[in-house]
């Protein structure tokens, strides 16, 4: 169970042992606390801490408002930084979320790279089960990814699967170079 007293607190000298106590964090309120110790030890910047600290926001907070706050705090918002929101949403299955900050950050003009992608297409297949909608805007995604890989063509072979669009499963499918257990789960799915 994680104590935080107002005295081990303040004794943090360093982004470890504040990442430690950041991952055991259980409540609300363990939270709020990090923060004001981030804050107090200007750390504020670290990407890798706001990382944590989104991903830790999403998984104990029922509403994204204190996620934001912390994100738009961050005065250079890295692609990583946006693709730990797209990520975390699309994990609690906020499709139309994902896709709305997908859109924010292209508007920014930070370029999404091989990690964003999957999630972008997983909230596409999720956002809407009619196959044409599927169709045009995960494709399209997809087409535009730079460097294609076992996850992407994975990731849109679930999503045909789940529509139930077969023929396209196997168009990808079969020649995708490397074909996984995954891939192969994927294919089967229905």
């Not at 504020?44 to 408002?65: G, P, R, Y």
């Not at 809407?128 to 535009?144: G, T």
Request: aromatic residues 14%; glycine residues 2%.
């Amino acid at each position: 169970m994680l104590s935080i007293s107002h005295s081990s607190l303040f004794r943090l000298h360093s982004a470890a042992s504040i990442t430690t106590l950041l991952k055991a964090s259980k409540k609300s309120e363990h939270l709020k606390q990090m923060q004001a110790c981030v804050i107090h030890h200007a750390l504020e910047q670290d990407h890798f801490l706001v990382s944590l600290f989104i991903s830790c926001a999403h998984t104990l907070l029922s509403t994204f408002s204190y996620a934001f706050s912390i994100f738009y705090h961050v005065l250079a918002l890295p692609t990583f930084l946006w693709n730990t929101l797209v990520k975390s949403h699309c994990q609690k299955n906020l499709f139309s979320h994902t896709l709305s900050v997908f859109a924010r950050m292209k508007a920014h003009g930070e370029l999404p790279y091989s990690f964003t992608y999957p999630f972008v297409i997983k909230a596409y297949s999720g956002a809407c089960k009619e196959c044409d909608f599927l169709d045009y805007y995960a494709h399209k995604v997809f087409d535009a990814m730079p460097g294609k890989n076992v996850v992407s063509f994975t990731t849109m072979i679930d999503g045909y699967a789940k529509a139930g669009d077969m023929t396209t499963v196997r168009f990808l499918f079969d020649p995708s170079l490397e074909k996984d257990v995954v891939a192969w789960s994927a294919l089967i799915y229905d």
